[in-house]
């Protein structure tokens, strides 16, 4: 088995916990390659699809031209009422693969209503932007129903009665709890990052959040994995779906993978530091494993004059928002961050991913380094390790 295949094979089936005792360093040194693969070839463009023209308009004014693969085949079956599984990662547009079929059928069906879960905060941030930029204009409400901010403003905006909520299953199930949502009229359903969901234990909350949904309802589950445990429960939640599988390594591809070996904890931040002062290096997210480390080497870096800032468990939401808005508007340069506080994160131009410490399981890792490397351009995953 070569050796990209042994590590397909681990990223698809086994969740191994790295330690850097046992850890195979090989996995961490991979150039990136332009692939020679079949470039795919769309079947549809997105006049292809029979949208309402505002939509149509809101996809132009967004600057999509050609739908990418997963939305070439999931915007058609989406719009004729089926049920999708896509394996797909961040970064192949499966946001809006997913978006605009509920968006064409909330306005078209007056009777319809959306629950989209996805497993952090800042995902579920991200889709209700992507969200509001392709239903500007359709008068359709929503509501984004997160934890870490108060619960008053959101009972509120239920009110409204939103055709489409956006959340994390956690504070879905808090309002579902208190009464202050109802979700015997929502008939589709979308999981977004269903690994990613299931990983972080929200098995039970999704399974109770979709029993209160109608029986007969759309169901569109995302996954950048699919193994038989993911593969049951979307089994039992959806109704003869269509699987749309978009090569899930297309990310790394991109990536220039290598390792940094230190000796000592003092190495190791001049390591990190000479890295730091590189020209290439106009864009780094470091990853580091706990809120306490991330806290501390936040504020190392800046105490050496890095344009740093931190985002992790402990900040309060309000916080981690402005943090990754300095991160995209280029006032900070170097964000350090732990696994969940990063996930999904769709900022662009990253220019280096740093595994300052070892992701905890290979799906991690590809997880992580696909932060760089997106549309199309060259990244670089640096992973640190001990000599
Ligand atoms: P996602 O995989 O949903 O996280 O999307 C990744 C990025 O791709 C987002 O920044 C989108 O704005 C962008 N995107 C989505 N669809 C397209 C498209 N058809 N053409 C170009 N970029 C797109």
Redesign the pocket.
């Known amino acids: 088995m070569s050796y990209y295949q042994r590590n397909k094979k681990n990223h698809q089936t086994n969740r191994k916990r790295m330690s850097s005792k046992q850890i195979d360093i090989n996995q961490f040194v991979k150039k990136a390659t332009i692939s020679t693969k079949a470039i795919y070839q769309n079947i549809h463009s997105f006049t292809d699809f029979i949208l309402d023209p505002r939509l149509n308009q809101n996809i132009n004014q967004?600057?999509?031209?050609?739908?990418?693969p997963i939305?070439d085949q999931t915007i058609p079956a989406g719009l004729n009422k089926q049920d999708i599984i896509g394996i797909?990662?961040?970064?192949?547009?499966?946001?809006?693969?997913f978006l605009i079929p509920v968006i064409n059928r909330l306005i078209n069906e007056k009777d319809a209503y959306a629950i989209i879960m996805a497993p952090t905060r800042e995902l579920a941030e991200?889709i209700q932007q992507?969200y509001r930029q392709l239903a500007k204009n359709t008068k359709l409400v929503d509501a984004l129903l997160i934890g870490g901010i108060g619960i008053m403003p959101q009972i509120r905006q239920l009110k409204y009665k939103p055709e489409i909520i956006i959340g994390t299953p956690g504070r879905i199930k808090d309002h579902i709890n208190r009464q202050s949502l109802n979700l015997d009229q929502f008939n589709i359903v979308v999981l977004d990052e269903v690994d990613r969901m299931l990983e972080m234990g929200f098995v039970e909350d999704i399974k109770a959040i979709i029993k209160l949904t109608k029986p007969q309802r759309q169901n569109f589950c995302f996954s950048a994995t699919l193994n038989p445990s993911i593969k049951s429960i979307i089994t039992t939640i959806t109704n003869d779906p269509l699987y749309i599988t978009i090569n899930s390594s297309k990310t790394s591809e991109n990536v220039n993978q290598d390792i940094v070996k230190y000796s000592s904890n003092l190495d190791k931040i001049n390591k990190l530091h000479d890295l730091l002062i590189q020209k290439t290096a106009t864009k780094v997210l470091i990853f580091d494993d706990t809120k306490r480390n991330v806290e501390k080497l936040a504020i190392d870096l800046a105490s050496r004059g890095f344009l740093t800032n931190s985002i992790h468990g402990n900040k309060s939401q309000y916080q981690r928002q402005q943090v990754l808005q300095q991160f995209k508007d280029n006032k900070i340069n170097v964000l350090v961050a732990t696994d969940v506080a990063a996930r999904?994160l769709?900022v662009?131009d990253i220019s280096h991913v740093i595994n300052y410490s070892l992701p905890q399981t290979f799906d991690d890792y590809i997880h992580r380094i696909g932060r760089t490397g997106?549309?199309d351009k060259t990244g670089s995953a640096l992973t640190f390790v001990n000599q």
């Open positions: 967004l600057g999509l031209i050609k739908p990418t939305q797909a990662n961040t970064g192949t547009g499966k946001t809006a693969a991200q992507q999904g769709d662009h997106r549309a």
